[in-house]
């Protein structure tokens, strides 16, 4: 376990550059498990959960090699086994991808359900049902017993699957398990996440037939191989920048967050704007500012779906919304339970009432420093943000969930000026980890 310790109250300023996504590499790295062939993957974050997946792909008989800077060799052609059953698929949600990696690979696939972040319900149901729409037929071949989820499929054929729940995860491991199917498979009310278009990039440069990646729609015509042999670079992580772009706004710095897509930030940049900061971009950079006699206004959030403000920067964003002048809303439409991080803020002077689905933020505060617990990952970030706006000294325990996601995120805020250091937690704040 590990905490951080936060000296507030700094404005933050420079540069700060955005490593590749945790959300598509852990896609691309479950996808890479199906090639013919070996690849290179680059622009690999050095983070917590992108570790527990290689390492279970390594457990499956993938040949791994660390090039330095971000960049890995991968040779799948040795795997011998379709069960993933390593400890660390327990650890992370994105594990669930070697599912539909391994169902293409062997026709079956056996694995531990997969862990991640407890924010609420989050069933594996679509994904299952899917692979039934492919060949897997029957209780008994897609069977969960004692947490271990097995499918089996005498044949992979192609098919038209419509999910009752527009889901991410589902689209990709869909996506995967089509690639190599007999014949055509259409995925309707598909997720549109960038990082499904990038797994689907991947998959694509490796090989396969699909299209309509980023749309509602994508069609899958699977192939018999997928040679392999070429350099993939996976893209810059949203959330990531998202973060550091609301860092900027709570302590009223002026950063310019480098290496990430503007056109992911819009969501986020078209509220801040609306708020009253100062937003200038170019073609892979934002800069966020604020003029100091702004005085914020509220505004209101929904999360939704891709191309919608998404869901892993609600908490990071209702923290923004603390400082705002008046009553802002903030709507979580995507997961049941993804307020529990509220009394950690209000624990910092945040006026917070959660009614239902929604956050009733009044501002403006003035965090005050506190001992807080880092629920899950991005409350995690939350929590560093509030701190980073608080005065006095925050102290923010399982800090070890903040780095399952981002890279390097101590020696970046200290690169713009934060007062932010690294040290053992005391054994009285440990709790039992749910992820």
């Keep these: 376990m590990s905490s951080y310790r936060i000296v507030g109250a700094k404005r933050l300023h420079g540069d700060v550059n955005i490593s590749g996504s945790k959300n598509a590499v852990l896609g691309i790295l479950a996808a890479a498990m199906m090639l013919d062939g070996p690849c290179k993957i680059e622009n690999v974050p050095d983070i917590v959960d992108v570790h527990a997946m290689l390492e279970i792909c390594e457990t499956l008989g993938a040949k791994i090699k660390n090039c330095g800077d971000g960049v890995y060799e991968i040779d799948p052609t040795n795997i011998n086994t379709f069960e993933a059953t390593h400890p660390k698929v327990k650890n992370i949600r994105a594990s669930y991808y070697l599912l539909g990696a391994l169902l293409t690979r062997f026709k079956k696939a056996t694995m531990y359900m997969p862990g991640g972040c407890n924010f609420g319900n989050r ?34 054929r192609g098919a038209h699957i ?9 689209t990709i491991n869909l996506m995967l398990a089509a690639t ?26 490796m090989g396969a037939n699909i299209k309509g990646a980023g749309t509602d729609t994508i069609r899958i015509k699977g192939v018999p191989v997928l040679a392999g042999g070429f350099s993939y670079s996976v893209i810059p992580d949203q959330i990531e920048a998202g973060t550091y772009m609301i860092a900027a706004a709570v302590t009223r710095g002026d950063v310019t967050i480098h290496n990430l897509i503007p056109k992911h930030m819009e969501p986020l940049t078209v509220k801040m704007l609306e708020m009253g900061f100062n937003i200038e971009q170019g073609d892979d950079w934002i800069r966020v500012s604020v003029d100091d006699d702004v005085e914020l206004e509220p505004t209101n959030f929904k999360t939704r779906p891709y191309p919608g403000f998404p869901t892993d920067l609600q908490p990071q964003a209702t923290v923004l919304l603390c400082l705002a002048n008046g009553m802002s809303r903030m709507h979580e439409n995507v997961w049941d339970n993804r307020f529990q991080y509220v009394p950690e803020l209000q624990s910092m002077g945040a006026s917070i009432q959660v009614v239902d689905k929604v956050a009733l933020v009044n501002g403006p505060v003035k965090f005050c420093g506190a001992s807080v617990t880092a629920l899950d990952l991005r409350a995690g970030a939350a929590m560093v943000l509030a701190g980073l706006a608080a005065d006095g000294v925050t102290t923010i325990y399982q800090a070890n969930r903040i780095d399952r996601g981002y890279e ?15 040290s053992d937690e005391d054994m009285e704040h440990v709790t039992v980890d749910d992820e």
């Design 123 to 156: 069933p594996i149901d679509l994904h299952l049902k899917g692979f039934q729409k492919m060949g897997a037929k029957g209780t008994k071949a897609t069977d969960i017993r004692d947490g271990i989820i097995r499918i089996v499929a005498d044949e992979l």
């Design 162 to 170: 419509f999910l009752d729940v527009v889901s991410v995860g589902a």
């Design 180 to 205: 190599k199917a007999n014949g055509m498979t259409i995925i309707e009310n598909a997720a549109k996440e960038p990082h499904i278009v990038d797994v689907a990039n991947f998959l694509n440069s």
């Design 408 to 422: 390097k995120i101590l020696e970046k805020l200290r690169g713009i000026g934060a007062e932010i250091e690294h």
